[in-house]
Nanobody, 121 residues
Framework: QVQLVESGGGLVQAGGSLRLSCAAS????????MGWFRQAPGKEREFVAA????????NNADSVKGRFTISRDNAKNTVYLQMNSLKPEDTAVYYC??????????????WGQGTQVTVST
């Protein structure tokens, strides 16, 4: 088992920035790809970004390219999502996920509880 705990969500004005963090614990973090998904009210959960264990491979949804950056610090068992130029349509609960590439892009093995991000106009 891998436990994932997100932090860093909150309320921000459009055009602002937030950095989400996800701390992993439990079964070894080693070797897992990590990712972020989000779910807006009334919508299905959608993929946002993913990063391989080494950090050498990343994927980003078209809707966040050029604005969001995923990174990881394996020494700290933590993955980050830097979100810049936020838009009201980025409002959602953001979930951290862990799994193997490329399955993590669709079917992660583990999920966090989520953190709310609200972008006001």
């Amino acid at each position: 088992q891998v436990q994932l705990v997100e932090s860093g969500g909150g309320l921000v004005q459009a055009g602002g920035s937030l950095r989400l963090s996800c701390a992993a614990s439990g079964r070894t973090f080693s070797g897992y790809a990590m990712g972020w998904f989000r779910q807006a009210p009334g919508k299905e959960r959608e993929f946002v970004a993913a990063i391989s264990w080494s950090g050498g491979r990343t994927n980003n949804a078209d809707s966040v390219k050029g604005r969001f950056t995923i990174s990881r610090d394996n020494a700290k068992n933590t993955v980050y999502l830097q979100m810049n130029s936020l838009k009201p349509e980025d409002t959602a609960v953001y979930y951290c996920a862990a799994g193997n590439y490329p399955q993590i892009l669709i079917f992660p093995d583990y999920w966090g509880q989520g953190t709310q991000v609200t972008v006001s106009t």
